[in-house]
């Protein structure tokens, strides 16, 4: 009796610990002027919200996995020869000003970023602040006709649209579908949007909602970044965060799959017909995410238009 008693205290005394330590951590201000998010919890829903939880069916996970291990931060995680030749990396060390960035982007952005770089892009960046990033992002993205988009809420970001380097600047909300509409309708189709906004749960859903399915072209990569900003007050505003929205996507990415039986799935391709055919009704969605990448932090969300179900082949053909 006492046994369990004293258990149920330590693990109380570890959430109330966990929790505002989480806080501690947290962002200290907002990337842009707080905005009304759109559908505001209590106080007490946020903070719970915001406590990261071991969720139902964490024992699938080996205990193997578990254990706990120290890591420290250093000053020479970008002391590499990666790093050297990283040319975001390099370009963000010369440029003025710089904003607060987490070593390990300049990495991930390389690597999803760089084989787009020689063709002449139309980019989305959601979030301006001080101007850093669109500035980067110019220098990186230098083909000739690229053209960069930034929008922000602060209407002093106003001072960085510069129409003859092809950098356009628009103040509004990134939760607001009208102010959204406006800027694809002048600028858009979008091969590459990114969101570095206000990282607030309701604004980050709200702009995907709007923007994927028709501002980001069907081969276009949507990019959003600072998820960690989920699992902290008062970012996280929601109850079901962008992460929780991503996990549905995935969900959603393989719903082919949940709908018909394996035997369904096998019986098209062992017909001899020429005009047998297997048909599903999908959320149309499920037509439109080709892959979903998952960083520390990031994520990148890559467009397709698919016309057709996947094809088991049969093992008898050419």
Known sequence: MIGDLLKQLGIGLWQFFNYHL???AGFRHSRTPPQAAESPLPTSAVAAAATPRVPPDAAILSDNYRHPVRLSTSRRDLDSEESSRNPLYQLWKQHKPRAHKWA?????????FMLRRARALRILEIGVYQGASLGLWR????ASGTVLVGIDIDPTCARFDSPRDDVHVRIGSQADAAFLENVVRDFGPFDIIIDDGSHHSSHMVASFNHLFA????????YLAEDLHANYWTP????????LDLCKDLMELMHAPYTRATLAEWLRESE?????????????VIATMVKEIRVF???????????????RVLNPGAD
């Open 139 to 142: 220098q990186y993205f230098d």
């Open 214 to 221: 028709s501002a980001l072209k069907d081969d276009g990569i």
């Open 235 to 242: 970012y996280r505003d929601t109850r079901r965060s962008f």
């Open 22 to 24: 989480a806080r501690l």
């Open 271 to 283: 017909s001899d017909s020429e005009s047998a055919h297997f048909s599903l009704d999908l959320p």
């Open 296 to 310: 520390d932090s990031i994520v990148a969300i890559y467009k397709t238009r698919r016309e057709y179900l996947p």
């Open 104 to 112: 390990h982007y300049f990495e991930v952005y390389h690597e999803i």
